[in-house]
């Protein structure tokens, strides 16, 4: 295969302005923007393991300290065991648990990113030399009443270098109820006015490969989008996710891809089959590294950047042969649906509910 010139990303942000919001999203030659290599073999690791459901703790406070500890103790497992790790990955709640019941009672059981938890990443993450990847139910003064499911990115120097927005949620999911976190698509306008369209789908170019990280689950069009803009190492928490979908999204994206998933107490009434089964794979959908038990570990895989790289081009998706079906296509639920004012915010998932069947396109009204 002959080697396709990747170019540098001083010259891809210089590309005339083609496409939403005059940003250039996608080369046309099939190419990527990238940074030089540090190494040519990298490694994930990937942590499960149970936090504190703050919930259950004697106090907020208390419970994001023990959380935060128990992250370090594991990053310092992580960094002191097996290889030495450039990515260490944790679940979607390392810091927070699962929190249940209204908006207002959630909100509760939120960090701020940056804050004191990041910073304490930070130093385990600087002391470590790897970047530390992490999901967490936050809110942010700029989005008042908001829920964001943020997955957090520090580097090598400590510093949060990405908190990446959720780009949507699962719809219908569960009988009776849909989840109220604000994502990307929940106020899409809003989001691209306050951070811009490349931050929709925003690739980290590091010194390790080009990476993204979500939380989005069984959606196909998000991670395509994501491999056009040139992601080479996907990172995904979630909770109660399916194997089979990592593991597709890596084969027809053609990335490397980790999921970390929570695990659950024994006594925490929830079966043990939904908790753990972490793993990482490779471009064909191969599983590189899993624990498939409801068990606390580490896992970990090599990752060979500089040969996957070379000569590799953008996924070759069949997108104008099947335009006229997607021009035609009209999703149930708008854009914009909970860029609200903060009292006019649905209280609970049942309320959540209530208003996308209100706003459903596909229902009869």
């Given amino acids: 295969m002959k080697a396709r010139k990747q170019l540098p990303y001083a010259l891809f942000a210089a590309w005339p302005m083609l496409t939403a919001a005059n940003s250039a999203l996608v080369q046309p030659d099939g190419g990527y923007a990238v940074v030089p290599l540090e190494k040519p073999v990298v490694v994930v690791k990937v942590v499960q393991h149970a936090p504190v459901n703050l919930q259950k703790a004697p106090s907020i406070a208390d ?62 993450a600087r002391k470590c030399d790897a970047y530390v990847i992490f999901g967490s139910y936050a809110t942010d003064p700029d989005w008042p009443g908001h829920i964001l499911s943020l997955n957090t990115v520090i580097d090598r120097d400590g510093k949060v270098r990405k908190a990446y927005w959720k780009t949507r949620n699962v719809l219908r999911l569960t009988p009776g109820e ?153 999703q149930e639920i708008p854009l914009n649906h909970l860029d609200l004012p903060e009292p006019e915010l649905p209280p609970t998932n049942a309320a959540m509910k209530e208003m996308l069947d209100r706003l459903s396109r596909w229902l009869d009204h």
């Fill in 178 to 330: 849909e989840i109220p976190t604000t994502t990307v698509e929940s106020v899409r306008d809003r989001y691209r006015s306050k951070y811009g369209v490349e931050d929709e789908f925003a690739v980290l170019r590091t010194e390790f490969g080009n990476i993204a990280v979500s939380t989005v689950q069984l959606d196909p069009f998000v991670f395509a989008a994501y491999a056009m803009r040139g992601v080479e190492i996907m990172f995904r928490t979630a909770t109660l996710f399916s194997r089979t979908d990592v593991q597709a999204v890596a084969l027809y994206n053609n990335v490397y891809s980790a999921m970390s998933n929570i695990t659950f107490p024994r006594d925490s009434g929830v079966p043990a089959s939904l908790g753990g089964g972490s793993l990482i794979v490779d471009p064909k959908g191969k599983v590189l590294a899993d624990d498939p038990s409801n068990e606390e570990s580490v896992i970990e895989a090599e990752i060979p950047i500089a040969a996957f790289r070379q000569g590799r081009t953008i996924p070759r998706y069949p997108l104008e042969v099947t335009k006229p079906v997607f021009d035609q296509y009209r």
């Fill in 63 to 124: 419970g994001l300290a023990t959380n935060v500890e128990r992250m370090a103790q594991w990053i310092s497992r992580a960094c002191t065991t097996g290889k030495k790790p450039d990515f260490i990955l944790f679940n979607e709640f390392p810091l927070t648990g699962y929190s249940a019941g209204s908006r207002t009672e959630k909100l509760r059981f939120t960090i701020r990113v940056p804050g004191p938890e990041t910073e304490r990443i930070g130093e385990l």
